[in-house]
């Protein structure tokens, strides 16, 4: 199978970001914060039909484990899962999309050094650059190649 013939059919198997779409048409979209590390607690608030659910790590104690317990059962449901990212920090925002995140919300920043940061953490990285890894099962449909070695590089 083709590169371009393999990244098709997982653009198809994808969920697609409702979240996205209403903010592009201009409606609104409705969501909730959950700091308690919890995935009994996040499914919950998936089944009450949001359409996100941001996981927040800067102000509750949840680890990367719990966090990605939490977003893989809001994944089941049609909601966006997101996470604020604890700090500013390359390491807090490229382990956000290994979790299950579809994006990160930032804490506070106050400059334009910060901001460039963010920007290149989230972007994918070229593979052979030492890339980490990415969660074996991110979706419903089952387990996902690695984004990096799957989807074209932004970066030159």
Same mark, same amino acid.
């Given at each position: 199978?083709?590169?371009? &013939? ?24 409705? /969501? ?14 998936a ?6 659910l ?21 994944v089941? +449901? ?16 490229e ?13 506070? /920043?106050?400059? &334009? ?7 290149a953490?989230?972007? +994918?990285?070229?593979? /052979?650059? /030492? ?8 979706s419903?449909?089952?387990p ?13």
């Amino acid at each position: 199978m083709t590169r371009s &013939r393999e990244s098709a059919r997982m653009a198809a198997r994808m969920t697609p970001n409702h979240v996205k779409h209403k903010l592009r048409a201009g409606t609104p979209s409705v /969501g909730s914060w959950l700091n308690i590390g919890s995935p009994t607690s996040a499914e919950t608030l998936a089944a009450l039909g949001f359409d996100c659910l941001c996981v927040d790590r800067e102000h509750g104690q949840i680890d990367l484990e719990t966090l990605a317990a939490m977003l893989a059962a809001v994944v089941r +449901y049609p909601m966006a899962p997101l996470a604020r990212i604890p700090e500013i920090t390359k390491g807090a925002i490229e382990c956000v999309p290994d979790a299950g995140a579809w994006c990160f919300v930032a804490p506070d /920043g106050r400059s &334009r050094e910060e901001v460039e940061l963010m920007v290149a953490a989230a972007k +994918y990285r070229r593979p /052979g650059s /030492g890339a980490s890894a990415a969660a074996a099962m991110r979706s419903p449909s089952g387990p996902t190649p690695s984004p990096t070695s799957a989807a074209p590089t932004t970066r030159s």
